[in-house]
């Protein structure tokens, strides 16, 4: 019997996943597709990001490469979202119990603003019932415990559900829902670039 496999891959999960692993770090994406495919090959792989407009020259250049078949590359759909950018003002004070006014040290006139990952986890969580009966196991490289309510509903569907993730940063509500945890800190020397 073939077991169609999806991968479903968020990049903000990763990139922080491997910091925290080791700052130095960074994963080979090639050396983890191969060995995920050790078992059996896998039907589609999806890498979702958010980018700033515009997107630098070497991430353009690394979503083409990831987008490349072997042996270039690992063959992996990348979806792209814009990265947004909010203003802040004031942030909530957990002791003070309220919202207090937030300014730049060498001049309160600076503009402050932060960067946030939007559309990611939707584009998951619609890319996982979407495909919902092209595959059989899902396979998650995210730790975001937003994305409970999908696998439910796949694992209700008899889909199995693995995690390929680090072991910091991933929701216990996540990982007693897989069926199989591939945790990448025991194996990070055999996938490093």
């Given at each position: 019997m073939i077991n169609r496999k999806l991968w479903l891959i968020d990049a903000g999960y990763m990139y922080r996943?491997?910091?925290?692993?080791n700052r130095d770090y960074s994963i080979?994406?090639?050396k983890l597709r191969n060995k995920l495919e050790i078992e059996e090959p896998l039907w589609r792989a999806y890498y979702l990001n958010s980018v700033p407009n515009p997107t630098p020259d070497a991430q353009v250049s690394f979503y083409n490469w990831m987008r490349s078949a072997p042996p270039?590359?690992?063959?992996?759909?990348?979806?792209?979202y814009e990265l947004r950018s909010s203003e802040i003002t004031d942030l909530y004070c957990e002791h003070c119990r309220r919202k207090v006014p937030v300014a730049c040290p060498n001049?309160?006139?600076?503009r402050?603003?932060?960067e946030?990952?939007?559309g990611v986890d939707v584009g998951l969580a619609t890319l996982a019932l979407t495909h919902v009966d092209n595959y059989d196991t899902l396979i998650l490289s995210s730790g975001d415990s937003d994305l409970l309510d999908a696998i439910e509903y796949i694992t209700e569907k008899?889909?199995?559900?693995e995690l390929l993730v680090f072991k910091n940063g991933v929701s216990?509500?996540?990982q007693c829902r897989a069926d199989r945890i591939y945790w990448i800190d025991d194996f990070a020397s055999e996938v490093a670039r």
């Open positions: 996943g491997q910091s925290i692993y080979d994406y090639v270039i590359g690992p063959k992996i759909i990348t979806k792209l001049d309160p006139k600076h402050l603003s932060r946030q990952q939007k008899n889909k199995r559900f216990t509500d996540l």
